[in-house]
Nanobody
């Protein structure tokens, strides 16, 4: 059974930074792509960032490009999302996910396992 646990969320002022981590158990992540998604109240879950199995290729939503960085440490079985220059519109529950492939995708339907999410709130 694969379990993903996100941590690092919280309340931050606009312009601040947060670092989200996703730890996996029950599965070695090193062979699989990972993604971060978010869902704000009343909105659909949306793609944020994704990284391939080795960490050599990444992709970002236009809304976070240049501010967020996804990375992974396969030795520690973790994936991280560094979020800088946060804006109130970044407020959402953030989820990490993994899929049965080493290549990344921005489509949440392509991801098989999801964490419970961590709340990020950015105040203006």
């Amino acid at each position: 059974q694969v379990q993903l646990v996100e941590s690092g969320g919280g309340l931050v002022q606009a312009g601040g930074s947060l670092r989200l981590s996703c730890a996996a158990s029950g599965r070695t992540l090193s062979n699989y792509a990972m993604g971060w998604f978010r869902q704000a109240p009343g909105k659909e879950r949306e793609f944020v960032a994704t990284i391939d199995w080795i960490g050599s290729n990444t992709a970002y939503a236009d809304s976070v490009k240049g501010r967020f960085t996804i990375s992974r440490d396969n030795a520690k079985n973790t994936v991280t999302l560094q979020m800088n220059s946060l804006k109130p519109e970044d407020t959402a529950v953030y989820y990490c996910a993994t899929r049965y492939s080493n290549s990344f995708t921005t489509n949440p339907s392509d991801y098989a396992y999801w964490g419970q999410g961590t709340q990020v709130t950015v105040s203006s």
